[in-house]
């Protein structure tokens, strides 16, 4: 069944999926098309069932179809599904989150994380009066124009980074940098003095693979944008509510003035969020003169999810430290099997295993790691029921659904993938 749905998609979407990733074209095969979800696992339209490491990307931190944010779901639900009109539920989770996040004091829901990234920029350039945004090579920030430049994640899999259809002079405006290289940064800033609105950075890398902040990287980042009239964006769409109950900026001590949120915060409906202290947002229309807007934007079914994910998760903080220990003992198992062999990098509970004998501490060092060694990966463990991220840019998320049963499987699997001497 599988199959025969992939040909039916394939005739009416492109590449048979509603986002590139999906379509398993770094690894080679068919996408799974998914019946069903429960806890940790997938199944799929064949009856098949996985482990699941990708969590849909991120917002499942505790796990698919949860009771609470379901019965959640089912509760708002009953009340209607949109209104158009504001509603309880999207002020409580805006709450919420400015009560957990630092710096945090007023945010705008959006439906997406490429909707709460674009219209940050827009409010950066607003307050600076500046054009010109600073991005890092392989930091991925959603489809905008002025993101999709050296862009990771879907778009670094398929070696569009500079994707067709984005004007020269939106690209122009955007200016790369080095992941984990403060003088790349340091070098623009300087050569475009006055010019530069924001840098925006994933504060923990997650799109090149992971790959984590080198000691210094983001107060320096920090400081930089200080110096130079810049505001700092940290992009939490993946870390948010993920690192901390406060995300990566709670996580590093280091406060941006904007930020970007999504995954999590819409418990697995669509939802994102961008916000900053009350006085940068004060210029978001109706307040003030920066339009942003959305028909769905604070949806109450999505609120209602968004909430039930985040209270949870605010009310039983001992997540936090079972889904890091999961993701740590994950890392440790993996890098044994693999000595020599790949790096296996980890922050929080987001680890990626690069097929590559350095370590992985920027872009380059990624792209350097082996496409066909994690194809064969990926596929050993599909077929022996574990649902990988179908990219070696991507990263695995664990979530509090995963337990012992699922840590020494996954191992048990990666140690025979290891020993059937299929690795280069
Ligand atoms: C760091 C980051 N920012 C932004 C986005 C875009 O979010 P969305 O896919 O909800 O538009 C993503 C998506 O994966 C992301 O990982």
């Given amino acids: 069944m599988n199959e025969s749905l992939f040909r039916r998609a394939e005739l009416v979407l492109p590449g048979g999926v509603n986002s590139p990733v999906r379509a398993f074209k770094a690894v080679g095969g068919i ?36 009771r609470v944010i379901r019965e959640a779901v089912e509760l708002a639900a009953a009340k209607g599904l949109s209104y158009g009109a504001p509603c309880r539920a999207e002020v409580e989770l805006a709450e919420l989150m400015t009560s957990l996040v630092p710096g945090l004091e007023m945010l705008r829901m959006t439906s997406s994380g490429t909707e709460a990234v674009m219209s940050a920029l827009r409010v950066a350039r607003y307050v600076t009066g500046r054009c010109k945004l600073i991005k890092f090579e392989g930091c991925y920030h959603g489809h905008s124009d002025a993101m999709l430049v050296k862009a990771g994640s879907g778009a670094l899999t398929l070696g569009t980074a500079d994707s067709g259809g984005v004007p020269e002079s939106a690209a122009a405006l955007t200016l790369s940098a080095n992941y984990n290289d403060l003088g790349s940064v340091e070098k623009l800033l300087d050569a475009n003095r006055g010019e530069v609105a924001a840098v925006i950075v994933e504060p923990a890398a997650a799109n090149m693979g992971v790959v984590a902040p080198a000691a210094g990287f983001l107060k320096g980042l920090r400081e930089l944008c200080s110096i130079h009239g810049t505001l700092l964006i940290f992009d939490e769409v993946i870390t948010g509510f993920r690192l901390s109950p406060g995300g990566a900026a709670e996580k590093y001590a280091v406060t941006p003035d904007l930020y970007a949120f999504g995954k999590i915060i819409g418990g697995g409906l669509p939802a994102g969020a961008f916000g900053a202290s009350r006085e940068i947002m004060s210029c978001v229309a109706p307040l003030g003169e920066v339009y942003q807007a959305g028909t769905l934007s604070g949806n109450p079914i999505a609120m209602a999810a968004g909430l039930a994910q985040l209270r949870y998760l605010a009310e039983h903080r001992e997540v936090y430290g079972y889904i890091d220990a999961y993701a740590e003992k994950l890392a440790r198992g993996l890098a044994e099997i693999f000595r020599g062999k790949a790096a296996v990098n980890r922050v929080g509970s987001l680890l990626t295993v690069f097929f590559t004998s350095r370590s992985v501490d920027s872009y380059s060092a990624a792209k350097a790691s082996s496409a066909e060694d994690y194809a064969a990966f990926f596929h050993a463990m599909l077929d022996c029921g574990f649902y990988l991220p179908p990219s070696r840019f991507e990263a695995w998320f664990a979530g509090a659904a995963h337990g012992e049963f699922e840590l020494s499987a996954t191992l048990e699997a990666a140690q025979r993938f290891a020993r059937s001497g299929a690795l280069r």
């Fill in 31 to 66: 996408p799974k098309f998914i019946s069903h979800a429960e806890g940790c696992r997938l199944t799929d339209v064949d009856g098949v069932s996985y482990v699941d490491y990708v969590g849909s990307w991120g917002p499942m931190i505790l796990g698919h179809n949860h």
